[in-house]
Each structure stands twice: as structure tokens, then as C-alpha cells.
């Protein structure tokens, strides 16, 4: 049975991923987990439609009909073969993050390495995102307490995989992002190269603070309160780090929601304030030895963005994020 795909998502970039989903093998293996793995019946119809696609993957929801109602699951699609990633969180669900627990990730369900696919759970509930931005004052400390509470236990109790990234190589990247910032002329161009010296300059020694499990892309969009769980997807950048570098892409990911939906940059300080005193109660004592170097680079990080992911460039907030990265240093 061949799966149905909402046509609109499927533009040029989804479609090299769709065609994976198409293939026999891939749907073949959904109707054995449907029938004997997760026992919703035989399947009569299945969707799928594109949620998020990236340079190297793409995420989609696979919805299937039984004789009991219908059922979804998530589809990560890679370009290139993935596996080490079904590992992590196969091994982080070992240690304490499986769906049992009160601080999780999705089950991981199969990769099929031929295909690059990886089937995993579709949490159900609101993202920490859509409780910032629509929730009560009260919804949103307690949501910020969650997050807190989330990095804090998984920066303590996850096993970190892999080696700390040498920051000093990662420079000639960071020069990439500089030089499309410096095509939008002054006053831009003057502080994104000032902001890159500083960085240079701050370079922190890794060798000083012993590293932890690192998400590698910890955002608000990125934590799922399903329930009494509060779980985090998209581990795709998972391996060792710094702990400072996590929290300080939640706080800069929540200042651009203020900043973009809220109309101030600081308008959910009280956010961040709650969330950063939550994990000081949880997580690691040493955790923000280099925050301020992970903040001004998520700060650059995001101006780039702001260049490149508008058009005409978004000038006003990519100066807004090259000032805050400045101050943070």
C-alpha cells in the first residue's frame, strides 16, 4: 500500500526525501510494526505529511489507519546513514530517559540504515515554544521550570558520547557566518567583525571544565510537554560539550521568540531568569564557567540567520542579536 503525501509540502527540497518513504522496504517494515510491534492492526491507510526539513534531513509524521483509529509515528530521513543517533537514544533511554520517565526523549522505534530512516515516537502536547509565546504568566514559569529541570537532569545523568569539538577549528565556520553578515554593509559589518575578535579572543580552555552530555540544539521549540512528561526531541546534534553551551542556546533561542513575537528582545527575561534559576538547583554547579562565549557566538549564530533567512535581510534584528552578542562578552 502506497502512502499518501500532502502535495503541498512536497517541494524540491522534501521530495528526495518523500521518494525514501515511497520505497517498498520502508513499507514493508511499517506494516510489521504496525501488526506485531506496536499491535494496532493491519493497516488500511497511510499519510505522511513534511514538518521540518534541514540541508540533510527532513522530519515527517506518518499517519496510519487501522481498524482501531489512527495511530502517527515520526520519520526522520537522512541523506547520509545516520545510525549513531537511533544508538544515543537507545542508550539514553537505558539510562533513565525512556518513556517511564517523568524527564524523556521519544522511543526510539528502528533505523533502517539502508534507507536512513529512523521511526520514533510522536509525542503529543505543546512545545515549551507555544507556552511562551501564548501561555499565561503563571503557564510560562512553570514551563520554564520543566526546561530547567529537563537540561538540568539530562546534563547530570546522560552519558555523554564522543569528543568536545575543538573550538579553534570551528573558526573558519564561524568566519563563513562573518562574511555573510559583512554583505549587508555598515553598521552591521563593523560589529559582526568586532564581535568576531572578541570571540577569537575568548576562545575558553575546554580543558578546564569537564564536559556532559551535550542536546546540541536545546530550544524551546525542541521540548514537548506531553502529560506529566516532559520530553525533548531532535538529538541530532547529541554528543560531549560544554554544559554552558545548551543553556546558553535556550536563553538566546528565547530572547529572538521575544524579540521576533513579543516586540523586545528582554520581553521573557522573567523566562530565562526562572529557567537559569531551575537548573542552578539541578544541573552542573560549573555549568555557566563559559556561558557568556557560547551566548555572544549563538548571538553571531543568529544574525546570520537574520541575513540569510529573509528577504530583504531582517537588518534591524540581525544589529539587535550583534549588540546583545557584544554586551555578553
Not at 522496504?25 to 505522511?48: I, P, Y
Not at 521540518?52 to 509515528?73: L, P, Q, Y
Not at 537540561?151 to 568536545?164: E, I, M, N, S
Not at 543553556?247 to 520581553?267: D, M, N
Request: hydrophobic share 45%; with cysteine; net charge negative.
Amino acid at each position: 500500500m502506497k502512502l499518501e503525501f500532502a502535495r503541498a509540502d512536497v517541494n524540491d527540497r522534501v521530495a528526495p526525501f518523500a521518494a525514501l518513504l515511497d520505497r517498498e522496504e520502508f513499507c514493508s517494515e511499517l506494516d510489521r510494526l504496525c501488526f506485531s510491534e506496536w499491535h494496532w492492526g493491519t493497516r488500511q491507510k497511510v499519510r505522511a505529511r513534511a514538518l521540518k526539513w534541514h540541508g540533510d534531513r527532513c522530519t515527517f509524521e506518518i499517519a496510519m489507519r487501522t481498524e482501531g483509529g489512527w495511530h502517527s509515528v515520526i520519520a526522520k530521513v537522512y541523506k547520509m546513514d545516520r545510525p549513531e543517533i537511533f544508538q544515543a537514544m537507545a542508550a539514553l533511554s537505558r539510562a533513565g530517559f525512556g518513556t517511564e520517565a517523568e524527564f524523556s526523549i521519544p522511543q526510539p522505534f528502528i533505523y533502517l540504515s539502508s534507507l536512513g530512516i529512523r521511526l520514533e515516537e510522536m509525542l503529543q502536547g505543546p512545545s515549551a515554544k507555544d507556552i511562551f509565546l501564548s501561555g499565561s504568566p503563571d503557564e510560562r514559569l512553570v514551563a520554564a521550570e520543566r526546561c530547567g529541570q529537563w537540561l538540568g537532569r539530562f546534563h547530570t545523568a546522560a552519558p555523554p558520547l564522543g569528543k568536545v569539538a575543538d573550538l579553534s577549528e570551528e573558526f573558519p565556520h564561524y568566519r563563513y557566518w562573518i562574511d555573510l553578515v559583512l554583505s549587508c554593509g555598515e553598521p552591521l559589518a563593523s560589529k559582526a567583525e568586532l564581535l568576531f575578535e572578541k570571540l577569537r579572543a575568548a576562545i575558553p580552555d575546554l580543558s578546564a571544565i569537564e564536559s556532559c552530555a551535550g542536546h546540541g540544539s536545546y530550544i524551546p521549540e525542541h521540548v514537548i510537554f506531553s502529560g506529566w512528561r516532559t520530553a525533548t526531541i531532535d538529538l541530532d546534534e547529541y554528543g560531549a560539550a560544554d554544559p554552558g553551551r545548551d543553556i546558553a542556546w535556550f536563553i538566546v533561542s528565547l530572547q529572538r521568540l521575544a524579540l521576533k513575537h513579543l516586540g523586545s528582545l528582554h520581553a521573557l527575561d522573567g523566562v530565562a531568569e526562572r529557567f537559569l534559576r531551575t537548573y542552578a538547583s539541578s544541573g552542573r554547579s560549573d555549568a555557566m564557567v563559559n556561558f557568556s562565549f557560547y551566548k555572544a557566538l549563538e548571538c553571531l549564530h543568529g544574525a546570520k540567520r537574520d541575513v540569510i533567512n529573509h528577504s530583504p535581510p531582517a537588518r534591524d534584528w540581525a544589529e539587535i542579536m550583534l549588540d546583545e552578542g557584544l554586551r555578553a562578552l
